[in-house]
């Protein structure tokens, strides 16, 4: 007897590049060829996000190439998957 199983494929999404466009606005490139225009402030606070709420702090943020994801210096980071969708 054959069982056939139903797999699903998840893309995996990487950040290639991004351009800060305002306080806590960044235009962000993924792998896909796609761009997402994210607004930072709903999610900056609690003792992770709310330290980057200093814009000079949030301007800090760098680009992590090895995982694809975007990192500020507290250590702070976002799965791309989020930010892509």
Not at 22 to 36: L, P, S
């Amino acid at each position: 007897m054959h069982r056939r199983y139903n797999a699903t494929i998840t893309e995996i999404y990487r950040v290639i590049d991004f351009k800060l466009l305002g306080d806590y606005t960044i235009r962000i490139k993924f792998n896909d060829n796609t761009e997402q225009v994210v607004d930072f402030e709903p999610i900056l606070q609690g003792p992770v996000f709310g330290p980057i709420r200093d814009p000079e702090l949030f301007r800090n943020l760098n680009l992590n190439k090895l995982f694809g994801t975007l990192e500020w210096p507290n250590g702070a980071d976002i799965d791309p998957s989020v930010l892509h969708d």
